[in-house]
């Protein structure tokens, strides 16, 4: 017996999807949402940004498999219903990704590319003194799926790693630090900043003047979570002041960030377009498969997001 999906993809046509699902789980019929034949008899929602107009039309809906690590988007959709369980996609190929997101921008700046551009940029020939990665302080912002294959990642690149998460964790040759009393403690020995915490009511803001302002002065930022972690004219403000030498960021508050928004032109901001990771088809499509064929059994799916804390 086949069962059918529903698949909504909010950017554009699902079709690669949908041919993915057919080669990788031919037991599941996936199709596009508005295909399905008795829609009340869908119990398993795959979706990327769904509309209000997808739950409306699948009454019976029992969990909705999300195309993506971040589910801040759908937990604030005002048409999920309170019954459904949200899964989110573990890892599926995107620490890799992010390994080398951070490992690139942390070698950036540890290795001056940021002042050697700004030499070239004056016809200038002047070498800075290295320094040993060991001497390089990164600290990471959420030690999850991605921030702690990050971490793993740098720290065998040579540099000093510490990470902060909600609750102790133990990670070889990482200082971890946790929860809202250990904050101050690990900012103020963070050299290169990188965040990868989901957005929940506790993290929006979390790169705010204070918080970036305990970091030692020269110190960078890395934003590769969400734009909403982050006070922009608060990184304006640090970066003209000199208290930051630079920052990247993969996320922003308004995305696409508009053509005349004054970030694009910020003197030490390096701007990508939420390019960091991003969900490939096969890894993606085998863990949504074994979640729906978990749950066709009545075992508990990996990755269901607890509603409350919000990730
Ligand atoms: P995850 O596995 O859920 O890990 C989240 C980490 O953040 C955990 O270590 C968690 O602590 C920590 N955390 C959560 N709330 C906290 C708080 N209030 N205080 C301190 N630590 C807190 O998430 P993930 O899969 O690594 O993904 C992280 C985020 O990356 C996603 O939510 C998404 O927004 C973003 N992302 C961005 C891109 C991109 O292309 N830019 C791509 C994929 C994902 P515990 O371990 O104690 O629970």
Known sequence: MTIECPIYYEEESAQHWIDAFARQCPHLDVKDWQQIERPED???????????????????????????AGVDGILRHPQLPDSV???????????????????????????????????????QWQVFPG?????????????????????TCLQGLGYTLCGWSRSAKNLDGVKCYAGAEQLDQFLGQVDALCCLLPLTDSTRDILNKDNMSKLP???????????????????????????????????????????????????????????????????????????????????????????????
């Not at 040993?132 to 912002?141: E, Q, T, Y």
């Not at 979570?225 to 993969?250: C, P």
């Not at 390096?270 to 991003?278: F, Y």
């Open 217 to 311: 002065k020269g110190a960078v930022i890395i934003n590769a979570a969400r734009g909403e972690h982050l006070v922009e004219e608060d990184l304006v403000e640090l970066l003209n002041n000199g208290h930051l030498r630079g920052a990247v960021v993969d996320t922003l508050r308004t995305e696409p960030l508009p053509a005349n928004n004054p970030l694009w032109k910020q003197p030490g901001l390096i701007i990508t377009p939420h390019c960091a990771a991003q969900s490939w088809l096969q890894p993606s499509v085998e863990q949504i498969g074994n979640n729906i064929d978990a749950m066709l059994a009545g075992q508990r799916p990996s990755g269901v997001v607890e509603r409350n804390r919000g990730y």
């Open 85 to 123: 369980e949200v899964i989110r996609l573990e890892n599926a190929g995107m620490g890799a990704q992010m390994n080398e997101y951070f490992a690139y921008h942390v070698m950036h700046y540890h290795r001056h590319m940021d002042r050697y551009n700004t030499q070239q940029d004056n016809a």
């Open 131 to 151: 320094i040993p990665a060991k001497d390089f302080r990164v600290g990471i912002l959420g030690l999850g799926e991605l921030g702690s294959s990050v971490a």
């Open 42 to 68: 869908a119990h398993y929602g795959i979706v990327w940004r769904p509309s209000a107009e997808f739950f409306a039309r699948f009454p019976n809906l029992k969990a909705v498999l999300n195309l993506g």
